[in-house]
């Protein structure tokens, strides 16, 4: 283990919690092996950047998101490093300037039946051009969806694979969405 890894404990969590708090970081208590006072979500994101670790896993390699449910940083790609954290920050933002709503829109609408992220993320990989692990294809694909989504075009037909809090944290792997018809 690294000096620096900072260590996320869960506190209790009232049946009422705001569950956007807690999946970015509330009611937890923060420690640093160092024996630094990380009294906030805030100050332990703070060493971790002072400390070179990833400020969404502080330096652990996974994401805590609910109690009882974690996985691979998707922020460090599972590094805990800030070096590997900055350089997918980049690709995103690289991401949303490739990957348009426009392009999205235009590849999904021929599609005539439900269809999955998986499959619009592999046709815009291909259309695009763009090789495997050079940018986070999927995840902006996903944004897209869900923009269009909000935006009154798509409907999200897939269960969720798992809730995570009750049905107000909902964990999807692989939805289907269709356009809505008029």
């Not at 900072?6 to 509330?26: H, K, R, Y």
């Not at 002072?50 to 502080?58: K, V, Y």
């Not at 609408?109 to 940018?135: K, M, N, Y």
Request: hydrophobic letters at 40%; charged letters at 25%.
């Amino acid at each position: 283990m690294r000096k620096h890894t900072i260590a996320a404990m869960w506190e209790e969590i009232p049946d009422d919690a705001d569950d956007l708090a807690l999946v970015n970081g509330g009611f937890r208590v923060y420690l640093c092996l160092c024996g630094k006072s990380l009294p906030d979500r805030t100050a332990a994101e703070l060493h971790a950047m002072e400390t070179d670790q990833c400020t969404t896993c502080l330096g652990t390699t996974t994401e805590d998101i609910v109690p009882g449910y974690s996985q691979k940083c998707t922020a460090c790609a599972g590094t805990g490093r800030r070096k590997a954290q900055l350089t997918w920050e980049l690709a995103h933002a690289e991401a949303e300037m490739v990957i348009t709503v426009e392009i999205v829109r235009d590849l999904i609408s021929g599609f005539t039946e439900p269809f999955r992220l998986s499959q619009v993320a592999d046709l815009v990989r291909d259309t695009l051009r763009l090789p495997v692990g050079r940018l986070p294809v999927g995840p902006r694909v996903r944004d897209v969806l869900r923009q269009l989504e909000a935006m009154g075009e798509l409907v999200l037909i897939s269960a969720p694979e798992q809730l995570l809090r009750g049905t107000t944290v909902m964990l999807y792997r692989d939805p289907y969405w269709e356009h809505v018809r008029n």
